[in-house]
């Protein structure tokens, strides 16, 4: 079985950081894409970024300039810095990692249960 798991969620004034993680654990032969994803009260889930196995990186407009993430393949984790946040940024926070797990013959979309960032005053 895979597992992921999100910490780092909070409360936050506006214009602070957070700094979200997330492991990937388990039967676990590799990683591909992985990516954060969040849902604000009354709305979709929406993609924020995500990242490849090379490295490459996609934002959504929202976040572009003040959110990074990263991936540290030698520990299966990935992290979300984001900087400047506004309330607006207020939502539970997923991750989600497209894995290959040992004796599977293609991967599988995994998601995390989610780590709660509230930004107010």
């Known amino acids: 079985q895979v597992q992921l798991v999100e910490s780092g969620g909070g409360l936050v004034h506006p214009g602070g950081s957070l700094r979200l993680s997330c492991v990937a654990s388990?039967?676990?032969?590799?990683?591909?894409?992985m990516g954060w994803y969040r849902q604000a009260p009354g709305k979709q889930r929406e993609l924020v970024a995500n990242?490849?196995?090379?490295?490459?990186?996609n934002y959504a407009d929202s976040v572009k300039g003040r959110f990074t993430i990263s991936r540290d393949n030698a520990k299966n984790t990935m992290y979300l810095q984001m900087n400047s946040l506004k309330p607006e940024d207020t939502a539970v926070y997923y991750c989600?990692?497209?894995?290959?797990?040992?004796?599977?013959?293609?991967?599988?979309?995994?998601w995390g249960k989610g780590t709660l960032v509230t930004v107010s005053s």
């Open positions: 990242i490849n196995g090379g490295g490459s990186t």
């Open positions: 388990g039967s676990i032969r590799s990683i591909n894409d």
């Open positions: 989600k990692g497209t894995i290959l797990g040992w004796g599977r013959y293609s991967p599988m979309d995994y």
